[in-house]
């Protein structure tokens, strides 16, 4: 008679003596882990690449006293700790200023003004940055203070709109749920919504700190100093290693901005919206 015979199948898939199902299948595979090695090290290492071919470029340039003047007395490391500051600190005021105001434009008393306010912050990137902070300088005079409105106003807005996304896309029958087991306002706020929403939020800083590392670099014309200066006297004096050696510098902080916050973005996701 054919057939499959009893040796051959699954023992893990065979009931019981008794009748009852047999233990659960083995997993195929391992989840994914969060952090792989090439995540971790690529960029890096590209990093250090660039900024060792750059260095040994310009160790190669022929530098006049021009040149040499404007990287003296330590110039280029007083500007890269400035353009450091410029971009921790607006990001800080971006988050604290951001993520409490998305929050509160999807309650139910104040998210019919979250139309309205979300078209502020347009309006505030929509505005070229150089003109937003001449129009600062004006008004607070020159200085750190007004580069860091400046980069504020025009880094609100991706955080500020994926707050809003965020929190508008649950689904309202998790929220629901949540109130119907007893849970506060408050509750379902920090333990069920912003826990969801993330993802997007994370997303959302890591496009603002890419986009302050950027805009610092305007603050000189402020007189907030940064890489900026670097690369305005290598335009102005026309002296090209000394525009390299800004422009690289900038470029390089942008993309370990953008590493470590996407490595935070990695590590700081809840375990149960990874993806498989």
């Known amino acids: 008679m054919s057939g499959v015979r009893p040796e051959a199948a699954d023992p893990d898939a065979l009931p019981g003596r008794d009748g009852a199902p047999g233990p659960p299948p083995r997993a195929a595979a391992r989840p994914a882990r969060r952090v792989t090695w090439r995540k971790l090290l690529l960029r890096p290492c590209f990093l250090l690449v660039l900024l060792l071919a750059t260095w040994l470029w310009f160790r190669g340039a022929g530098l006049d ?12 490391w007083l500007r890269l700790r400035q353009h450091v500051v410029l971009t921790v600190v607006s990001t800080f005021f971006v988050l604290i200023i951001a993520i409490p105001l998305g929050i509160l434009l999807t309650r139910r008393r104040l998210r019919p003004a979250a139309p309205a306010v979300v078209a502020v912050a347009n309006v505030g990137q929509a505005t070229p940055a150089i003109g937003l902070l001449a129009l600062l300088v004006i008004w607070m005079g020159i200085g750190m203070q007004a580069a860091l409105v400046g980069i504020v106003v025009y880094a609100v807005l991706p ?3 994926n707050t809003v996304a965020g929190l508008r896309a649950i689904d309202p029958t998790l929220v629901e749920a949540a109130r119907g087991i007893g849970m506060s306002a408050a509750g379902v706020l920090r333990r069920v919504e912003l826990p969801l929403a993330v993802p997007l939020i994370l997303a959302g800083v890591r496009t603002a700190l890419v986009l302050n590392v950027g805009t610092a670099t305007l603050a000189y014309f402020g007189g907030g100093g940064g890489l900026g200066d670097l690369i305005a006297s290598g335009i102005t004096n026309q ?3 000394v525009l390299v050696l ?3 510098l900038t470029v390089a902080l942008a993309l370990l901005v953008d590493w470590l916050a996407s490595l935070a973005e990695l590590l700081l996701r809840p375990r149960g919206l990874e993806a498989s």
């Not at 021009?66 to 280029?76: F, L």
């Open 159 to 161: 955080v500020l709109a």
């Open 246 to 248: 800004g422009s690289v």
């Open 65 to 76: 006293s021009v040149a040499r003047n404007s990287i003296a007395d330590g110039n280029v």
């Open 239 to 241: 002296r090209m290693p």
